[in-house]
């Protein structure tokens, strides 16, 4: 997956799936337009997995019919093509598509979280087939609470024990400047259409949702951002069920604004490394924790620091020999970029 990065063509309206042609993704890279149906607006709010057949799936929306899809290549560079599904059509009159997120399941097939829109509630959607084109099933897992309230989808992954879990976050527009809270819901079956268990982790304000991964000890770990506290913040679960959790400020900058747009990944080290935005210095950053909570011994590093505007959408994976690798968006060039460490913690 750390050679495989999807991404928004804005030129063509489309999703373009940009396979590296080395680690550093410096030279033969492959880039092919693989969804751009005509009169319509897809590829935004990407997510990227690699199937159980070896080959990428995305998860990305349409904003023209307001729709989710998912899109399976027929190879593992997607130059061959690729077929594009519409797993969850029905549902809140196809409201779905304000951001998905995909995983493959302890059985092989892909799982996704995504928002309902017009129920402004969280739904799961688990595939019948690698390519999610038969079989697939689709349940709404989380209400929001109020009659104004939105929860919005979050990643999805596969715990320990083959269950899905996904954060995610619930806010009522109703009341201005209020908390964003931050919940992780776990699926009780294979397909998510049993009951839930839901833990509230932490009210935060003006959250940015991050990145979720399954940590070395095989419990959830969520980043975060805050844009009033302007820090990177994590919660590591000390359950799979998250009954009990540890929520830490794992990077505050001086005179910074860092935390946005992280993601994460488990080093080959056993310990979470995390990319993030550094918004104040339009920069990206890296936190490589120290500990499975990320609660002390953190080196974080600014790995890319351009003239350009730098670092934000990040995407963290490791690469096959063992070190981080980071696309992120060079938004004054309108570009994607990949940033390749060479060490665990990219100093």
């Known amino acids: 997956a750390a050679r495989t990065l999807d991404h928004y063509d804005a030129s063509a309206e489309g999703l373009r799936v940009t396979h590296c042609g080395n680690m550093g993704c410096t030279a033969g890279n492959v880039s092919t337009l693989v969804d751009h149906p005509p009169g319509k607006v897809v590829g935004l709010w990407t997510s990227l997995a690699i199937g159980s057949d070896g080959v990428p799936v995305i998860a990305h929306a349409d904003a023209t019919a307001r729709t989710l899809r998912l899109t399976h290549c027929v190879d593992a560079t997607c130059a061959s093509g690729a077929t594009t599904v519409e797993p969850d059509p029905g549902s809140g009159g196809g409201a779905n598509a304000f951001r998905g997120w995909v995983a493959i399941g302890a059985d092989g097939l892909p799982v996704l979280s995504h928002s309902d829109l017009s129920g402004r509630a969280l739904r799961v959607t688990h595939c019948g087939n690698v390519t999610c084109s038969a079989g697939s099933t689709s349940t709404t897992i989380v209400q929001p609470a109020g009659a104004a309230g939105f ?55 003006n959250v940015a949702l991050g990145g979720l991964a ?22 590591h679960c000390a359950t799979p069920t998250c009954s009990t959790f540890a929520a830490t400020l794992a990077d505050a900058t001086a005179g910074g604004n860092v935390g946005r747009d992280s993601d994460v990944a488990i080093g080959t080290d056993g310990l979470p490394v995390i990319s993030h935005w550094d918004y104040a210095a339009q920069a990206l950053r890296i936190t490589h924790c120290g500990n499975l909570r990320c609660q002390n011994g953190n080196i974080s590093t600014t790995v890319d620091d351009l003239a350009n505007a730098v670092g934000s959408h990040t995407t963290i994976a490791i690469g096959v020999d063992g070190f981080p690798v980071i696309a992120h968006r060079d938004a004054t060039a309108q570009a994607l970029r990949v940033t390749k460490c060479y060490s665990r913690d990219c100093r």
């Open 151 to 205: 929860v919005s989808s979050g990643p999805v992954a596969t715990s320990g024990d083959g269950l899905a879990v996904v954060s995610h976050t619930e806010v009522d527009p109703s009341v201005p400047g209020g908390p964003a809270i931050l919940y992780l819901t776990r699926c009780t079956n294979q397909t998510c259409t049993a009951a839930t268990a839901v833990a509230t982790l932490q009210g935060v304000y």
């Open 214 to 235: 399954i940590g070395s000890d095989g419990w959830p770990f969520m980043t975060r951002g805050s844009h009033i506290s302007q820090t990177l913040d994590v919660t």
